[in-house]
């Protein structure tokens, strides 16, 4: 799909606090209190209600999903020791309350990509009221 390059083009600004260009806009903690953040410059509305948009997720040293990151390393065939933030292209269906995962990229703190996982076909899953999805939802969905 064209629009991946294009989600995933802006990914090599810096994500550190204060820098004049870094287009990420924090939106909460996950279940893990992992940082989640949106780069709206590179939202894409459909006319039927369909958003794509670019996230990242910054986990916390101790997180509980970094350890699980971790335990995936050896399914990827390579080595993700220096992983240190998910950048995530995902289709949220606002009508019907549902999102997919459509590109996963593992980057370090160098922000060079370690691994990229794409699903053009990824299953859809519903946004459940409460959840940092539906927050994410609330925040790009009209």
Not at 29 to 56: E, H, I, M, N, Q
Not at 85 to 103: I, T
Not at 124 to 138: E, F, Q, V
Request: net charge positive.
């Amino acid at each position: 799909m064209l629009l991946f390059p294009l989600l995933l083009g802006g990914t090599d600004r810096a994500v550190a606090a204060g820098e004049d260009q870094n287009p990420w806009s924090f939106v909460g903690f996950t279940r893990y209190r992992d940082a989640l953040y949106l780069d709206k410059s590179r939202l894409t509305r459909s006319p039927d209600g369909k958003v794509l948009v670019s996230a990242l997720i910054k986990p916390a040293p101790g997180s509980l999903f970094r350890s699980n990151i971790q335990r995936e390393i050896p399914t990827y065939r390579k080595s993700l020791e220096n992983f240190q933030y998910l950048v995530l292209v995902m289709e949220l269906s606002c009508p019907e309350a549902r999102l997919r995962f459509l590109v996963i990229q593992f980057r370090d703190a160098a922000d060079q990509v370690l691994h990229t996982a794409t699903d053009a076909q990824a299953p859809w899953k519903p946004i459940k009221a409460g959840s940092l999805w539906k927050d994410l939802a609330g925040t790009v969905c009209p």
